[in-house]
């Protein structure tokens, strides 16, 4: 019986050893098992970081780039308002000149026509004043003919 006692525990010790080295190999793999899926882990999230990373400065330079675009359209808008401005301001300018050259021909030209006007009145009263003087002198001689007609002289 001590044999047979010996031999159940010399098979439980074989087999304890054997179940441990299982035990230690599943174990082993387990282990490995983690700290690959560790690794993996570490690696996607380092990944996701700098995919994070470069879509977070691609956003930043196209934010920059639309505000740049925004401010050399302002400022064009600006331009094209001020060169408008300028533009209206001059043809003002212009427009008030040319309509001051207008009067001021349109009052030369009242001025010529009134003097004209003048002038003629003028000659018409000395063309008037010199025929009712004619026919005044014509009156009085053929007057005086009818007088001395009349009174024999």
């Given amino acids: 019986m001590k044999k047979l006692l010996l031999n159940v525990a010399a098979l439980a010790l074989i087999v304890g ?6 035990v230690q190999e599943k174990a082993n793999e387990a282990g490995n098992a983690v700290e690959n899926a560790a690794n993996d882990a570490a690696n996607a999230t380092g ?4 995919s994070a990373g470069d879509a977070l400065e691609s956003a930043g330079n ?22 408008a401005i300028e ?3 001059d043809a003002t300018v212009e427009g008030a000149k040319d309509a001051a050259n207008a009067t001021k021909d349109a009052a030369n030209n009242a001025i010529d026509a009134t003097k004209d006007a003048a ?3 003028v000659d018409a ?4 004043a010199n025929n009712a003087a004619n026919a005044t002198k014509d009156a ?14």
């Fill in 62 to 83: 196209s934010v920059k780039d639309a505000a740049n675009n925004a401010a050399n359209a302002a400022g064009d808008a600006v331009d094209a308002t001020g060169n």
């Fill in 87 to 89: 533009n209206a301001a």
């Fill in 125 to 128: 009263t000395k063309d008037a």
């Fill in 17 to 22: 050893a054997v179940s441990c080295r299982e």
């Fill in 47 to 50: 990944d996701a970081v700098n």
């Fill in 140 to 153: 009085a001689n053929g007057a005086v003919d009818k007088v001395k007609k009349a009174t024999g002289h």
């Fill in 119 to 121: 002038n003629n009145a």
